[in-house]
C-alpha cells in the first residue's frame, strides 16, 4: 500500500499469489507505476519504508532507487526506513482498516477483496497484473555492493551524482 501524505491519499494495489510473490520485484513494479500516476518527474520523492529486507531493504531495490535518479524521473529521492518495531506507519493503519472491514465478509477471489477495500473511505484499491522483470533489467545497474543495508535509517540519491549517501540513524 502506498499513502500519499501530499494528497492524503491511500492506495492498495491487489494481486493473487499466481500472479507474484511478495519480493522486491513486485514491491518496486506497483511502487513505478504508483510514481508514474501520482508524482511528477521534478518533486524531489520521499518515502518511508519499514524494515523488511526481502522487500524494501537491500541492494536490489538501491539499485532500482538509483536507476530512477539516472534516468531523470527524480531530482532527488530520499529513503527514510521506519526503526524496527515502529507502531504508527501510515500504512499500516490503512492494512489495519482493511483487515478489520473484511474480516466479517465472505472474500473468495481478487475481485471480492478489490470490492470489499473499494468500500473503505478513502482506500483506492485496484487489482494489479503486470509485474515488470526489474531483477533481470537491472542485474548490472547496482554498482558496488553496498555493506551494512540492514543498519542504514535513511539513504539518499542526488540527480548528476553516483555516489548513494546513508546514515545509520535519521
Known sequence: GVVNESSKTNHVKIYDEVSGTKSSNEISSMLFVELQQFFSKNVNLIIYCDNTVSQNKNVFMIGWFMFLIQKGYFPSIRIKFLCVGHTHFNPDRVFGWITNYSKFSDL???DD?????SEINNVNCEK???FYDWKNYLINFHGKKLKGITKMAEICFFEGDPNVYY???L
Open 128 to 130: 494489479f497484473e503486470y
Open 113 to 117: 477483496v478489490i470490492a470489499s477495500i
Open 167 to 169: 546514515s545509520e540513524s
Open 108 to 110: 473468495y477471489s481478487v
